[in-house]
């Protein structure tokens, strides 16, 4: 049982380690009508012994928040 659960538990922990919820990235392209961006990342990831760029993201969503009148 505790092999499992350890199994388990190291399974999860890895998935959140390469879990991205924020990142630096810069606008390429954006469609005003749909609210959505081409954005390329402006950090790099180690794969494999060496730095590699990561793609482009296409449709991200942008939101522009506004308050007051």
């Not at 380690?17 to 959505?36: C, H, S, W, Y």
């Amino acid at each position: 049982m505790q092999d499992d659960e350890e199994c388990l538990r190291r399974a999860i922990e890895n998935k959140l380690d390469n879990l991205r919820v924020a990142m630096p990235g810069k606008i390429i392209d954006f469609d005003e009508e749909v609210q959505t961006a081409t954005v390329k990342p402006l950090i790099k990831e180690y794969v494999r012994g060496k730095w590699e760029s990561l793609p482009m993201l296409p449709d991200v969503p942008c939101f522009f928040p506004r308050a007051g009148g």
